[in-house]
């Protein structure tokens, strides 16, 4: 028969705490797999509350409710088990509250409904495991930092789904999911400098097909785009848009719409680089200048032998290529008569006029993305 799972709680809680971090950490070594409640605890009678350096055993950790007055809370490295850990409906008062270098084990966080004072609010390189935290609802009168550890990519959910934020706040990490910032009131500056986000997944058998499972990510996205936009950070709001596009492909737009979206993104990233239209355009030279060196007839007028040196040929042949490129180019014309004249002499048949064509074509559009990329990067 399973013995009754060990519980923690209330007055007995309270009081082990008080005998401090050896003797707590020693009952935790004692019982590792248990439940801990200080569900509606009032703390308000301690000038401070300090968990810093406790250890919580693997079960259910509860502070929902609970009061901790007006002086500063500090969990800093307290390390929780896994299973669910929830602060639900908690009230801090004005000191800080300081969960800085704290790690949560497998199961959800639960911050919602919270209430915090006018003091600053730290979750700084804060390590959390395979599972949800969720601050919707939750107030935060003072500044609220939340920078992810380097395993924070390991949460599944981050929400702050309608919370109201009095003062600023920084959201720093690289995670895996998306932070869903919906609803949510500012009243201060919101720095997103650090925040990456990659929640791609394959969409079927083509590892370019990368979609996002949810539908209601872009909206998240959009709300991050929104708030650099607001607070004139562009190279974010330009990548928060870009990870919006990526998370409406797939999921609102057609295969068709998908495919064009998949190109805009593989040629330029959405306008933020500069480096691979040049990189595009660098090709395309390179190959429609061999595929014009290879097409060449065996006798060149330049030449004067037969056949035409190898170095000629490849001369004329970028000579071509490159007019095809920059056809704006008052001088392009010329260069292209005298080049098609000396490889292919008066009649450079269809497929060559195409080539001629599709290159021109292609040169505009890898130019276009390229004056775009510099837009963007040095807009003000």
Partial sequence: MTPPPVTLEGQDAIKLWRQGKEAWNAWVAENPVADVSFSGADFSEFESVSFAGYGFPTGRVDFSNAGFGDGDVDFRYARFGDGDVSFSG?????????????????????????????????????????????????????????????????????????????????????????????????????????????????????????????????????????????????????????????ATRWNEYGAAASLLDW??????????????????????????????????????????????????????????????????VPAAQAVRGDALDALFGADPGFWIDAAILIQGVLGVVFLFLIGLGLRNRFRI
């Fill in 90 to 246: 908690a009230r801090f008062g004005e000191g800080r509250v300081n969960f800085a270098n704290v790690t949560f084990g497998k199961g959800r966080v639960d911050f919602s409904g919270a209430r915090f004072g006018d003091g600053e609010v730290y979750f700084f390189k804060a390590t959390f495991g395979d599972g949800r935290a969720n601050f919707s609802s939750a107030r935060f009168g003072g500044h609220f930092f939340l920078l992810g550890s380097e395993s924070s990519h390991r949460i599944s959910a981050l929400s702050f789904y309608g919370c109201i934020f009095e003062s600023a706040v920084t959201l720093g990490g690289d995670f895996t999911c998306i932070p869903d910032l919906r609803g949510t009131t500012t009243k201060a500056h919101v720095d997103l400098q650090g925040l990456r986000v990659s929640p791609w997944e394959n969409a079927g058998w083509w590892p370019w097909a990368r979609r996002t499972t949810q539908r209601w990510h872009a909206a998240a996205l959009r709300r991050l785009k929104e708030i650099a936009e607001a607070n004139r950070h562009h190279d974010a709001a330009l990548r928060y848009h870009a990870d919006e596009k990526r």
């Fill in 263 to 328: 190109s805009y993104d593989m040629l330029c990233n959405y306008g933020q680089s500069v480096f691979w239209p040049a990189v595009w355009l660098l090709g395309t030279f390179v190959v429609f200048a061999g595929g014009y060196a290879l097409s060449a007839a065996p006798t060149a007028t330049r030449c004067g032998i037969t056949p035409c040196p190898l170095w000629d040929t490849l001369f004329d042949a970028s000579s071509l290529s490159l007019a095809n490129i920059v056809p704006f």
